[in-house]
């Protein structure tokens, strides 16, 4: 019982850390935030498929990441929680793996314009921000997280916890 504590544990803290690399990696590219946002690491949020361990590990790496890339408090809060809300989405979706991208782009589509709009206060209207936050979040959800879903699938006995 003891093990599997660590196990998840260990999980949950390099899915974070992964996480924060991959935001930085973006950020560093100027994508990471603004009205489009291409982060890199929402390819991750469909890790949820293969272990629970993935939602703490998401929540807690958009919180980091948030917190480190200059984000201010209600999109730290904002961000953070659409990144839960899509990891227990694509969690209660594992049975069907190809609806797993769907819960996270949803949940960024629903909260990130609002944080956009009204805390950041960029131009433009809600509809447009929810275009352009849900254009990034098929991109990296719906297209790279869809790669990183069949490359987990295919080649199952490289990461432990990686089977349907």
């Not at 979040?137 to 990686?162: D, F, Q, Y």
Request: charged share 10%; proline share 6%.
């Amino acid at each position: 019982m003891k093990n599997n504590k660590v196990q998840f544990m260990s999980q949950g803290a390099i899915i974070a850390a992964l996480y924060v690399a991959l935001t930085h990696a973006s950020n560093m590219a100027g994508l990471a935030s603004g009205a489009v946002q291409i982060r890199l690491s929402e390819a991750l949020t469909i890790l949820p498929l293969f272990t629970p361990a993935a939602i703490p590990g998401l929540f807690i790496g958009c919180l980091l990441s948030n917190l480190t890339t200059g984000c201010i408090p209600w999109d730290i809060v904002g961000g953070s929680m659409a990144t839960l809300i899509g990891a227990l989405g694509t969690y209660a979706l594992r049975k069907y793996p190809y609806a797993g991208c769907v819960p996270p782009i949803l949940a960024n589509v629903a909260i990130v314009p609002f944080v956009l709009a009204y805390a950041y206060g960029f131009e433009g209207t809600i509809p447009y921000f929810m275009l352009t936050v849900g254009i990034g979040e098929i991109i990296c959800c719906g297209v790279l997280g869809t790669l990183l879903m069949l490359s987990l699938k295919k080649h199952p006995n490289r990461i432990r916890w990686a089977r349907f």
